[in-house]
C-alpha cells in the first residue's frame, strides 16, 4: 500500500482548483495524483496489469500446445494491449506541460518524448508498427515478437520511484537494515516493498498452478520442459527470500531480543513454511536416490501456505480462535456427544436390518456425519421406520448444530477486526497527542495500516478522526478551565472566595502527600509548572487557613 504523509494531509479535493480546457482536464483526471476525484490510481493500476498480462502472453505464444489453435484470439488481445498503450502514450505527449516535472518549461512535450519513460512508452508500441508497414522476412518477424517483451520496461515508470524513495527513507542505514526493510512492513520500507511483496505472490501462485496442471497426464507430457522451468524459477526466486530473511534476521524486533536471532528466526512458523516451500526442489534433484514424485509434487502445495505471510487473516483468525476458544471448544463438545448418540441409536435401530452397513458403531459414526451435516450421500440409510424418523430428526438438529461454530467464528472474526481497527486508531490518538510524529511513530502507523491492509482512504479517514478527537479533547479542557475561573474585574469578591478555596485545597493536597512529592512530580512534567511551585513554597511558610475563613 501507499504510504501518505500523515503530519501535513493532502487538502481536499473540492478545494483543488479545477483545469480550464480539454487537455489540462485529461492531465487533471486520468495522470495527477494530486486530484482525489481523478482516476490516477485507476489507470496505474489497469495499465501495470495490462503489462503483466500482455508479457504473459507473449511468452505463452511461444508455447506451440499453448498458442496453436488460438492465433485469431492472441492476435486481437495484441492489438487491444497495443490501442491502450499507444492511447497512453499520444495523452502523455499531449499532456505533458501540465505535468509537475516540466511545467513552465519551454519545449515541454519535446523534453517528455526524450525522457526516459516515454523512450520506454515508444519502444513497447514500436515492434507492432514497424512490422505492420514495413516488409520484412520471417526471420526479422521473430526478432520483432521476442522485442515485444521489452514491454516490461514500461514497469519502470513504477520502480524507479519506489526505488528512489526506498533510497531515500534508508539512507544511512546498513545492508542489513535496508534488506530487512525491503522484506518486511516498517517506517523505512516504502512502495518497493509493496512490489515484492506482490512479485513473491505472483509466483506462489503460477508455481501452484503449475503443480496443479502438470497433475494431467496429457497436459504434462506436452509442458514437461515449461513446468521444470517454471519450477526451477519459483525454487529460485523462493531461496533467493529465504536466505535474505535469515540474514536480515538480526534485524527483525522479534528476534532482535534473542540470544540466537537466526536460530529463533528458523524455527518461527511463517520461516518454517518457507523452508517447506523449496525443499521439494531439493529432495527431488540433489538426493542420492530416488522418491515418489508424486509425493513430491503434492508436497510442492505447501508454497500456497507462504501466501499466510502476506494477508493478516490468518493472525486474526488464531487470535479469534484464541480468544473464543471455550465457546469453540463448548460447540465442538457438543457436535461431538450428538454425532455419538446418533451412531448409538443407528446403530441400534438398523444393525438387525442391515448388519453389512450398520456393522458397528464406528461404521455407524460416518453416516451420522453426512446426516447432522445435511449431505447424505445416499451409499448408507436407513431402512427401517424408527431409523428414518431418527434420520428425520438428525436432520433437522444438524442444521443448526454445524452452524454454531461457522456463526461463532464469523461474530468474532468481525468483532476482532473491529478491535484492531479500535486499537490502530488509539495509536494515532496517542501519537499525535505528542504534536508532530516522529520517525517512531511514522513506522509503526506503516507498519500497522499495512499489516491491517488499510487502504489510502481508510488511513485518511482514521488520521482525520485522530485528529478530530485530539481537537476536541482540547477544546473541552479549554472549556471546563475556562468555566471555573472567575473574572475578578466583574466579581471580585466571588473571585477572592474562590482563590481561598483554592488555596485551602492546596493545604489539604500538600499535608497529604507531603510538599516533597508534590514538588518532585510538578518538577518532572510541564515547564509551566514553575507558578505551581511558588505556590507550593509559599504554603509551606504559612499556616493552614481556617475553616471559618473558607
Partial sequence: MQLISLSHPAPPSSSQPRAKGLLPLIHQWLFDPAFEQGYHREVENGIGWLIIVSVV????EHIEPIYAGRELWFHIFDVVSIGVFTLEYVLRLATAPWEAEYAGQRFARWRHAVSFYALVDLLAIAPFYFSGFVAMDVEMLRALRLLRLMRILKLSRYMVPAW???????????????????????????????????????????????????????????????????????????????VARLYAAPENPAYKKAFLPRWAHFKAGPNIIDLLAILPFLLEHFLPFALDLRFLRVFRLMRLLKLTRYTSATKTLFQVVKREWQVIFASVFVMLLLVVLTASLGFLFEHEAQPDKFENI???????????????????????PMGRALTVVLALVGIGIFAIPAGLLASAFTDQLRIDR????????????????????RAMIAEESERLHLSLDDIKRLTHEAREAIKAQQREEQRWTSAVVLDPKTNPELAVQQWR???????????????QVLANQLQTTQPHNEVCLRVLKSLQATQPLPPTAV
Avoid: C
Fill in 57 to 60: 502472453a507473449i511468452i505463452a
Fill in 164 to 242: 528512489k524513495d526506498f533510497q531515500q527513507l534508508n539512507r544511512g542505514r546498513s545492508v542489513r537494515g535496508k534488506l530487512h526493510a525491503l522484506l518486511e512492513p516498517t517506517g523505512h520500507s516504502g512502495q518497493l516493498h509493496v512490489y515484492l511483496d506482490n512479485f513473491i505472490m505472483f509466483w506462489v501462485l503460477v508455481s501452484i498452478i503449475a503443480v496443479v496442471m502438470e497433475s494431467v497426464q496429457s497436459v504434462h507430457a506436452v509442458l514437461s520442459f515449461e513446468f521444470f522451468v517454471i519450477d526451477a524459477l519459483a525454487f529460485s526466486i523462493f531461496t533467493l527470500e529465504y
Fill in 362 to 384: 464406528p461404521q455407524s459414526i460416518y453416516w451420522a456425519v453426512v446426516t447432522l451435516a445435511s449431505v447424505g450421500y445416499g451409499d448408507i440409510s436407513p431402512i427401517t
Fill in 422 to 441: 479500535e486499537d490502530f486508531k488509539h495509536k494515532l490518538l496517542l501519537a499525535f497527542e505528542k504534536g508532530e510524529l516522529d520517525t517512531k511513530a
Fill in 501 to 515: 478555596l483554592l488555596v485551602s485545597q492546596l493545604q489539604m493536597l500538600s499535608q497529604a502527600a507531603g510538599p
